[in-house]
């Protein structure tokens, strides 16, 4: 079973705390996106990342200064957001933080899929941004196919805990046979479970710990999720839907 999540848009340098174990598979993808965006002007690069100018300014520098040879940080600890601070990688023992490496991808508009100790450097470019490049108008169209293939569900299901930006990179090509099963995660109210944004975050995170700490192999297993007060509701939940309320 594989495990798919989205990045965060707030990134960090650490090559202190866990020392990176493996190089991105994608590297040439992300090499070529590299010199691209370094080909910008800071007005372009602006418009591209959509931000304001101050954040604009230290996305710039560090991009100008940076090289894919600087990466020390591993992908799990680069990335600062709730989701990366419920999964808590720091205070993992050794046989969780090899669950995740096993298990774990995280899907980026940068470096297409990492594993969680592929040494990374910090970036800005979210899935749904839309370079023109090489005759491509989006990154869904420069990723195409290779996201999907690299999660080889001819092994086994994948379960979906990323954003529906990052899964929309994998959903146009499923076949009939792959498993891809997503995890919805709200409060119960009036029989229904209303999701909210920051708390299925947090969730998200949470799962994925809770999924390495009990070295969760099967769907069952996931089932057995009841951290942050959720539960695995049977009677809202799909074959390819899996919801927890709470």
Known sequence: MKIIIAPAMKMQVDGDSLPPRSQPQFLAQAQTLHNWLKTLSFEQAQQLWQCS???????????????????????????IGLQYQALAPGVLSQSALDYLQDHLRIMSGFYG???????????????????????????YQIWQQRL????????????????????????????????????????LQNGRVKQQATAAKMARGTMVRYLAEHQIETL????????????YLPALSTPTTLVFGC
């Open 53 to 79: 100018t101050r954040l604009a300014r230290l996305n710039y520098d560090q991009l100008q200064n940076t090289t894919l040879a600087d990466a020390v940080t591993p992908a799990v600890l680069a990335y």
């Open 113 to 139: 899929l990492l594993r969680p100790f592929d040494a990374v450097i910090p970036y800005r470019l979210e899935m749904q941004s839309k370079p023109v490049l090489a005759g491509q108008q989006n990154l």
């Open 148 to 187: 999907y293939q690299a999660l080889q569900f001819e092994q086994g299901s994948v379960l979906n805990l990323a954003s529906m930006e990052y899964a929309k990179a994998v959903l146009p090509y499923l076949k009939p046979t792959d498993q891809l099963i997503t995890c919805r995660f709200g409060k």
């Open 220 to 231: 069952v297993g996931v089932k057995q999720f009841n951290q942050l007060n959720y539960r």
